[in-house]
């Protein structure tokens, strides 16, 4: 470190931030597909910048980025959407859209993006608004993020096996992985109705 840099606020942390910095610019010419967390707070950051005319303040919590904050934002909401980048990526246009255009006080935390009710609003009404609901029965083969959350608890592949998990575990309580495999489904928004209408 040069003298001149001595207690100059403006510099990174370490080198670990500034190489995660410089992988700010491959959003420019990096298909969207292959975007990591990385270039996903890039892009919030880049929309941060031209809805406020400031940069983003890093809270620069602990000295590796891949642990930081605002990593571990995205990859909530990687788990609360979708870990598609193209997702996410869209997702980020309309909240910045909805919720940056039309508040009425700067937001300082990208922690906004994972608001519940946001996001909800934004499956409900944008993600899956041109699709129509398709009929479930014991057979319908479950999404991998289900079975995914599932697996501690039970192996499960279809709504039927869910179910049946489901009315197992409210009639003698499977134990602590089956509750919080359950709780995690509810922070999912999984609509746990569905396993009682299934016959």
């Known amino acids: 470190m040069a003298k001149d840099d001595i207690g100059n606020l403006g510099t990174v942390p370490n080198e670990k931030y500034q190489k995660f910095f410089d992988q700010f610019k491959e959003i ?39 642990k930081c904050f605002e990593v571990f934002q995205i990859k909530r909401l990687g788990m609360m959407l979708s870990s598609n980048p193209t997702i996410l990526k869209e997702y ?24 519940e009710e946001l996001v909800c609003n934004y499956k409900m009404n944008v993600l899956l608004a041109d699709q129509k609901p398709v009929p479930i029965d014991r057979s319908s083969l479950l999404p991998q993020e289900v079975k995914e959350i599932m697996q501690p608890a039970a192996a499960v592949s279809t709504y039927g096996d869910l179910s049946f998990i489901w009315q197992a575990h409210r009639s003698s309580d499977l134990g602590p992985a089956a509750t919080e495999a359950f709780n995690r489904l509810k922070e999912i928004n999984f609509d746990i109705t569905v396993l009682e209408r299934i016959v």
């Open 28 to 66: 420019e010419t990096l298909e969207i597909s292959k975007w990591r967390p990385v270039h996903c707070i890039a892009y919030f950051a880049k929309k941060y910048y031209e809805a406020y005319n400031v940069r983003y303040s890093f809270k620069f919590n602990s000295p590796a980025p891949s």
């Open 92 to 115: 980020i246009d309309w909240a910045f859209r909805v919720r940056v255009v039309h508040g009425k006080r700067r937001l300082t935390s990208i922690s906004f993006m994972t608001n």
